[in-house]
């Protein structure tokens, strides 16, 4: 693991399925829909950067969105330096899937970043 690396993104679209269509088109990205997950898993070429995304439609957030998911060893302690130093917390951590945890937060500008935090063995 490499703390603070960005691991993955998400985009929070109006429409999931015109997004998922123009960056297979636009880009000829690998975009298909995970229905276990109910979102679209998009696998652009990386060449050692972090390409992996998600894409779905919005249903709580009223503005569509870009997440970037920043890898950490200690979630609360980086919450509380987000807190610290200026940024807001939109999502206290919780686990949304076995393994993880998650928050969001928006820096002091305003941009929604995340934090996530993997259990030993779990897979980025």
């Given at each position: 693991m490499i703390?603070n690396a960005?691991?993955?993104?998400?985009?929070?679209s109006n429409d999931?399925e015109?997004?998922?269509?123009f960056?297979r088109?636009?880009?000829?990205?690998?975009?298909?829909f995970?229905?276990g997950l109910?979102?679209?898993?998009v696998?652009?070429?990386?060449e050692?950067?972090?390409?992996?995304?998600y894409?779905?439609?919005l249903?709580?957030?009223?503005?569509?969105?870009?997440a970037?998911?920043?890898q950490?060893s200690d979630?609360?302690?980086?919450?509380?330096?987000?807190?610290?130093?200026?940024g807001?917390i939109?999502l206290e951590?919780?686990?949304?899937s076995p393994?993880a945890l998650?928050?969001l937060f928006?820096?002091p500008?305003?941009?929604?970043f995340a934090l996530?935090?993997?259990?030993?063995?779990?897979?980025?």
């Open positions: 703390d960005v691991v993955f993104w998400e985009l929070a999931g015109r997004s998922a269509q960056f088109t636009v880009f000829g990205w690998d975009v298909a995970d229905e109910g979102f679209w898993r696998n652009p070429p990386t050692g950067n972090p390409g992996k995304g894409l779905f439609t249903k709580r957030a009223k503005l569509p969105f870009v970037v998911y920043i950490v979630i609360r302690a980086m919450r509380d330096r987000v807190v610290e130093h200026g807001h939109v951590p919780e686990e949304p393994g998650v928050c928006n820096e500008s305003g941009v929604t996530v935090q993997y259990s030993k063995g779990q897979a980025q």
